[in-house]
């Protein structure tokens, strides 16, 4: 006798976020190095760091960056560079409050892309 397999519900992507402000971001390793990046895309889950050059893929990093709604601390682990200057990041922890407040910033941003594209609609000449 089979059963039939449960459906399973595709897992639903988190929103992401691009800020429309640079937004500097720094990288501490752990043997004490610093590197700086900005940050080009994000969600609650990682996102995408333009950096002068690649880290190694599964370096472990405390990631800091500021949004309009606070800093975000949290350790990030660094995947597969996407070309010499992009890098995407998974994030492994967020610290105290920083995933709501980056929860907040990537809402807000949202909004604002939303309402920004209806303007656009509204005044567009067709």
Do not use: H, N
């Not at 992401?16 to 895309?41: N, Y």
């Not at 990093?61 to 975000?72: H, I, N």
């Not at 610290?95 to 910033?105: C, F, I, K, S, V």
């Amino acid at each position: 006798m089979t059963f039939p397999s449960p459906v399973q519900q595709p897992a639903r992507r988190p929103p992401r976020a691009f800020f429309s402000e640079t937004t500097p971001a720094v990288l501490r390793c752990l043997d004490g190095r610093f590197k700086r990046g900005k940050l080009q895309v994000i969600s609650l889950t990682g996102g995408l760091l333009s950096l002068p050059a690649p880290l190694d893929r599964g370096l472990r990093v405390k990631l800091m960056f500021l949004t309009a709604r606070g800093s975000v601390l949290g350790t990030a682990e660094m995947l597969s560079p996407i070309s010499w200057g992009m890098q995407p990041f998974k994030f492994l922890k967020l610290y105290d409050d920083d995933e709501q407040r980056l929860d907040a910033a990537i809402q807000s941003s949202l909004k604002q892309s939303r309402s920004g594209y209806g303007m656009m609609e509204r005044f567009r000449a067709w």
